[in-house]
């Protein structure tokens, strides 16, 4: 009976080791937004406003439909597009959404030949139609860019949209 008893203790422990070794997978490293993400000059870094890997990779959200010009609507609009061109992974664009809108009525400014935020080769880069520095709320910014993700689809996208309190300021969103 003791042989039997410590028969089946080694039939246990050996199936024990090989059932370790059938266990699925490990999942594949989560990414460190919080570490990767590149800010532009003058706009605080994602560390200084105590966000997170969740706050930068949430979804993008239903109301994200950008506000009216406050402009006379007669008057003649950037109209947004989709490019062909060098394309952004779709995530690095919503972490960079993310921050803008994170930042509220923080200034972003047009016109530095820099991109205002980074991630994985894409690029927000903000200029002018006419080469003069303007700023606008940078929640602004998002829901300018917000159009670019709703609107170039695939997982690979690039595009450009205006501010919509100044259709001066361009948002353009590419590698």
């Known amino acids: 009976m003791v042989r039997l008893t410590t028969f ?30 590149k ?12 966000l997170t890997n969740a706050d930068l990779t949430k979804p993008l959200p239903r109301h994200s439909k950008p506000a009216l010009n406050n402009r006379d609507s007669l008057e003649k609009r950037y109209t947004p597009k989709c490019w062909d061109g060098p394309r952004c992974n779709r995530t690095d ?15 972003c400014i047009a016109g530095r030949n820099a991109p205002a935020c ?44 205006a501010a919509q309190s100044d259709d001066r300021f361009i948002i353009n969103i590419h590698t």
Request: charged letters at 10%; a negative charge; hydrophobic letters at 40%.
């Open 8 to 37: 089946s203790i080694s039939i246990a422990i050996v199936l024990s080791f090989l059932g370790d070794t059938t266990a699925a997978p490990a999942p594949a490293p989560e990414v460190d937004y919080v570490s990767l993400i």
């Open 39 to 50: 800010t532009g000059a003058g706009l605080p870094t994602v560390r200084e406003l105590g």
């Open 93 to 107: 664009i919503l972490v960079c959404y993310n921050y803008f809108s994170s930042l509220e009525f923080h200034p």
């Open 118 to 161: 980074s991630m994985g080769g894409c690029g927000w880069w903000f200029n002018t139609d006419d080469g003069l520095p303007i700023a606008v709320d940078c929640h602004d910014v998002a829901l300018s860019g917000a159009w670019v993700l709703n609107n170039c689809q695939g997982n690979l996208t690039s595009g450009s949209n």
